[in-house]
């Protein structure tokens, strides 16, 4: 055996191997601790625990470090598309020039919605939330589309990756113009990926649409920032459903699900309404105090593994000059107010010792609020792009061997066994 941790428990020492990764932390494989020593670990939150082997998405938290497949996020985001980065985290490489056209053609021409899969939005009251939407409608994707539900199937496992990374952008539009009142765009092919999607969002029938450069490689920007990020939240969820072996159309809904809380992809919804709320710099101290007394959170800050710069901020915070000066609002009073904000706190002790950075979904509102979404559609924008990460998760614990039912376990701390008692004798 190569390295041990020893533990000492109940008069007993139990030796656990230690296993390596090719870079990251070592990990204390306790997968017999259960059967040698009647004791299970403990770990609200998963914040020491690896729940999975992988070979996706690596994070340095302390050093601000983000690499897919090996590849730092700060070299996608400026010499690769989202297509691209998409075939990445699927298949483990980036592709040929032929491989890409093929993989690109097979995404482009999956992006049409079912017909009758139309009438699913009309079910949704007007003013629904665009994420409603999106969990029900995502979910009611495997009453479709069957012929790709078998995840005993490498092809169909593809098929179904390839199909919700296409039509995930139709559903979003939909969601939105639905929210909207204005009459659904269908996808057009000869369009990218990020193109097509500003447009089913934005054209019109009234008038003709154009796509500007300069936002549309902004938005494929952000969705190749949100694209992955190994073991969060939502991409727990989606292994954990999946791990009984439901099909991945349901799974990728419960990840949806999971990420419309504001402590993950909502996040970028309440950062917004707080620089909203805050509005003018002068009343930024007097919005600090308020997080030091523990009355809210400076959202878009902190995470829990990032102790340094998310550097997938450091790409947004340029991604958001960009677009603001592109749409002339360069003068916005919210940059201003997020700029001095983020200046303040980064030289504040309250937030220097809690290790509390700017994420990235610190400058995405107002981003995507001058790319023309509405604060209910940031989230949705999210789910768009983090549909590869949560589908190239899925497969890989599909395929990986050592693959169990996720079922943890429990420090059990309520009643011991007790008789039932009749309700006129209960005093
Ligand atoms: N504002 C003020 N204080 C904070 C914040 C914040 N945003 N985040 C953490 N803290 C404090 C917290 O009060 C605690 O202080 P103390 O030790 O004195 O009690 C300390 O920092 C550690 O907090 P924690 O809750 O134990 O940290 P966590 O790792 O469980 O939470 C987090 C991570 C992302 C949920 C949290 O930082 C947070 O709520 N941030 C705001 C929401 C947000 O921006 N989320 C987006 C994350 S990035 C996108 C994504 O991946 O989904």
Redesign the pocket.
Known sequence: MGETAKIDISGKTIELPVLKGTVGPDVVDIRKLYAESDAFTYDP?FTSTASCESKITFIDGDKGILLHRGYPIGQLAEQSSFLEVCYLLLHGELPTAAQFTEFEHNITYHTMLHDQFDRFFQGFRRDAHPMAIMTGAVGALSAFYHDSTNVEDPEQRMISAHRMIAKMPTIAARAFKYFRGQPFVHPRNELSYAENFLKMSFSVPAEDWKANPVLTSAMDRIFILHAD?EQ?ASTSTVRSAGSSGANPFACIAAGIACLWG????G?NEE?LNMLIEIGTVDRIPEYVQG?KD?RY????????VYKNYDPRATVMQKTCHEVLDEVGDSDDPLLKVAMELEKIALNDPYFIE?K?YP???FYSGITLRALGFPAEMFTVLFAVARTVGWIAQWKEMIEDPAQKISRPRQLYTGATQRDYVAVNKRG
């Open positions: 939150g990020h969060n504001p402590a993950h992809g996040a950062a997080v523990r959170r400076l959202m878009g800050f902190g995470h829990r809690r509390l994420n990235v979904d």
